[in-house]
């Protein structure tokens, strides 16, 4: 199973925090890029939430339809880009989602909103929804089931964690004149090559 090398652990949360510092209002977004059975990519944008060195955690609805999309076809592309950061820099991620514990999913949970918890019960996320009121009610229904009580974590909203096979930072440079360092998961190790941009 591939692990995060400290140098790239490294690498990638030091990109992180400068683009924290540089006051980018969301580092931590991050496109997501999942394929349906029929080869169709579907992209959104999520938040991340960990990463260590097995990789990088987001958090979802399962029933969604990037949830459905990666119960088919766990392969997926992540793309990180920060505009605040000198010259632009993009950093890509390829790999497979596997499903945190329900331990690790429950831990993040507790640390959410009250509202955002009410809302995970609330939504039936990716599904159709007749009216705004519709959604409105059902979120006045669960606010009144756990009245006085905390909100536990629904069945259906877990966590992926993406062990990366593969890894490009990207540095925009002047004229198109970027440079690319990828880092492939070959034979159990980390290669790294760079590329023309």
Known sequence: MPILNPELLATFRGLLDDARKAGDPEPTSMTL????????????TVLLKAVDTDGFVFYTNTHSRKGEQLLGNPHLALLFFWKTLPGQ???????IAQPVSD????????????QSQIGAWASLQSQPL?????FEQRIADYEREFAGGEVPRPPHWSGYRVQPHHLEFWYGAQFRLHERHVHDWVDGAWQHKMLYP
Do not use: C, I, M, W
């Open 33 to 44: 890029a999942t394929v349906d059975s029929a080869g169709q990519p579907s992209l959104r």
């Open 89 to 95: 820099v993009q950093v890509k991620v390829e790999g």
């Open 103 to 114: 331990a690790e999913a429950d831990a993040y949970f507790a640390t959410r909103p009250r």
């Open 130 to 134: 007749d009216s705004r009121a519709t």
